[in-house]
T-cell receptor, first 117, second 115 residues
Framework: DAGVIQSPRHEVTEMGQEVTLRCKPI?????LFWYRQTMMRGLELLIY????????DSGMPEDRFSAKMPNASFSTLKIQPSEPRDSAVYFC???????????????FGEGSRLTVL | KQEVTQIPAALSVPEGENLVLNCSFT??????LQWFRQDPGKGLTSLLL?????REQTSGRLNASLDKSSGRSTLYIAASQPGDSATYLC??????????????FGAGTQVVVTP
């Protein structure tokens, strides 16, 4: 299995620019999670999907952030406009859920390191 | 709100010693607990997953225990090697069905194994 695949691995952009991060979950997994990791705040859950439907986006910091999952094999996290405080590593993770009461093992991608100048 | 604590934040041991890493959580109503390893600049690698009904899980030199009543999990790494140097994180999955995806992560323990 190829694992969770994220792109780009590194992104450097200027304040005000749009940033799009991409994620391909493990084939067969039906839940997808977006996290942000910083030294100050550790790992923060931004949003998660089940069967392509957003379940909880309460962790999305503000309206500048949006996430979509158009199909079972692809998700995007978009920041528009980007700000220096958005600089962080963004992780995508996926899991297989057999029913709403069960969550399987979480598998993470390698992350996308975002630097906003 | 569930809080997950990992103490100590950093640990250094000589090669060959056994490692003991601690994870504490405030709400015992958990569904499972997962241990991860993170190398610098890398993603999180799953090490062990313990369901709430289990007391321990083992994989090679790794053994993780879970005591829900006391809100603790311990990760043991036997005969440590320099390659075990990494940050180890634990994550707790809540029992509540309306929060099933809100894993709560600890801040991690940074481990250095010296040759």
């Amino acid at each position: 299995d190829a694992g969770v695949i994220q792109s780009p691995r590194h992104e450097v952009t200027e304040m005000g620019q749009e940033v799009t991060l991409r994620c391909k979950p493990i084939s067969g997994h039906n839940s997808l999670f977006w996290y942000r990791q910083t030294m100050m705040r550790g790992l923060e859950l931004l949003i998660y999907f089940n069967n392509n439907v957003p379940i909880d986006d309460s962790g999305m910091p503000e309206d500048r952030f949006s996430a979509k999952m158009p199909n079972a094999s692809f998700s995007t996290l978009k920041i528009q406009p980007s700000e220096p405080r958005d600089s962080a590593v963004y992780f995508c993770a996926s899991s297989l859920i057999r029913d709403r009461a069960y969550t399987g093992e979480l598998f993470f991608g390698e992350g996308s390191r975002l630097t906003v100048l | 709100k569930q809080e997950v604590t990992q103490i100590p934040a950093a640990l250094s041991v000589p090669e060959g010693e056994n490692l003991v890493l601690n994870c504490s959580f405030t709400d015992s109503a958990i569904y499972n607990l997962q241990w991860f390893r993170q190398d610098p600049g890398k993603g999180l690698t799953s090490l062990l997953l313990i369901q709430s009904s289990q007391r321990e899980q083992t994989s090679g030199r790794l053994n993780a225990s879970l005591d829900k009543s006391s809100g603790r999990s311990t990760l043991y790494i036997a005969a440590s090697q320099p390659g075990d140097s990494a940050t180890y994180l634990c994550a707790v999955r809540p029992w509540l069905s309306d929060s099933w995806g809100k894993f709560q992560f600890g801040a991690g323990t940074q481990v250095v194994v010296t040759p």
